[in-house]
C-alpha cells in the first residue's frame, strides 16, 4: 500500500490470471454478485443466473479484467491504488496500468491529485442512473413505494436479487430521526436482508444453494448462516408469503418484505423497515396487510410491463 505522493513503481511478481474472468481468492468462474456453480473445461466457464440456472459461456479475459476493476473500485469506501488493486484482482501491473489509463480516458475512473488512487468516474454515476430510468419495475412501482413511505413513515425499498446480493433499486426515507441507514445501489447478502430472503423463497432450495456464497457471513448477531435454520425458514416463508428480518442486518432494525410479481420466478420485492423501538404486534399486521395490499395493485398492473 502507498501513502502520500509516492507512486507505486515497484515490480510486483507477476501472479496466475484466470482465462474465466473470475476473481482471486473466489471460487473459478464467480465474479461479484455471479457466482459460479463450478469449472467445465479451462476454456469455459458456468454460471449460476438469477433464476438458480446453470449456463456455459466463454468469458472474454480482457472484458472480465475492465469489469473486476470497476467492482472492486465500487465495492470500496475509499480510492485504491495500483498496487492494492493488482494484488487483489491478480492483474499484473502493467496490464492493469493500461486498463486505468483506458477508463480514466473514458471517464469511467478517476485518479486523485497524486495520480496514484483510483475511483469510480462520473461515467459510472451516468450509465447507473440510465438503469433505474429505463428500468421498468423502478417507474411501475414508485407509486406503491409513495404510498407506503406515506402511510407509514418509515423506510421503504425496492430490491433486486443479484446473485446470492440483494441490490436497492429504490428507496423512500423514513420522516423519523432514527432510521436505517441505505444507499440506493447498495449490495447486501441475501441471506441477511428480508428482501433476499423472499426473493430467495421464490426458488427451490437447490438453486438457493447454487445462488449462495457458503459460508454465509453474520452481519449481525442475529443473521442466519446455519443452510438447515435458512432453508427452514424460507419453507415458512413459501407459506406464509414474506419475510421477515429480526436484526440480522443491522441492529435495532425489523424489516418486511414481500416479492413482486413481474417475474417468475420474481426478481424484485419490496421492504418496509422500521427500528425495533417502535414496532409492536399491531404494527407487524399492519404492514404485512399493507404490503399484501401493494402487491395485489402490482398484480392487477403486471400487464403494463413490456413484455409481461
Known sequence: ???????????????????????????????????????????????????????????????????????????????RSLVELARDLGIPKSSLHGLLRTMIQRGWVEADVTGTRF?????????????????????????????????????????????????????RESVHPLRLYSAIGRHLPAHATALG???????????????????????TRHTITDPSLLHAQLATIRTCGYAVDREENTEGIVCFAMAVPLHSPAVDAISLSVPAARLGTESEERIVAALRGAVGQVRAARSLLAGA
Do not use: I
Not at 141 to 152: G, M, P, Q, Y
Not at 198 to 205: F, G, I, K, M
Not at 206 to 219: F, I, K
Open 197 to 219: 430472503k423472499v426473493l430467495l423463497a421464490e426458488r427451490p432450495d437447490e438453486a438457493v444453494d447454487r445462488l449462495l456464497n457458503w459460508p454465509l457471513p453474520p452481519l
Open 119 to 171: 475511483g469510480l468516474g462520473v461515467r459510472a454515476l451516468q450509465v447507473g442512473a440510465a438503469y433505474l430510468e429505463a428500468d421498468d419495475a423502478t417507474g411501475l412501482l414508485s407509486a406503491v413505494l409513495d404510498e407506503l413511505a406515506s402511510r407509514f413513515g418509515e423506510t421503504v425499498h425496492l430490491g433486486r436479487l443479484d446473485g446470492p446480493h440483494v441490490v436497492y433499486l429504490a428507496k
Open 1 to 79: 500500500m502507498t501513502t502520500g505522493t509516492t507512486r507505486d513503481t515497484e515490480p510486483l511478481p507477476d501472479k496466475p490470471t484466470r482465462t474465466d474472468g473470475s476473481r482471486p481468492g473466489g471460487h473459478p468462474g464467480s465474479r461479484a454478485g455471479h457466482p459460479a456453480d463450478g469449472v467445465g473445461p479451462a476454456d469455459a466457464t458456468r454460471a449460476v443466473d438469477a433464476t438458480g440456472a446453470v449456463e456455459a459461456f466463454q468469458p472474454v479475459k480482457s472484458a472480465g479484467r475492465t469489469l473486476d476493476v470497476l467492482e472492486a473500485l465500487a465495492d470500496s469506501p475509499r480510492r
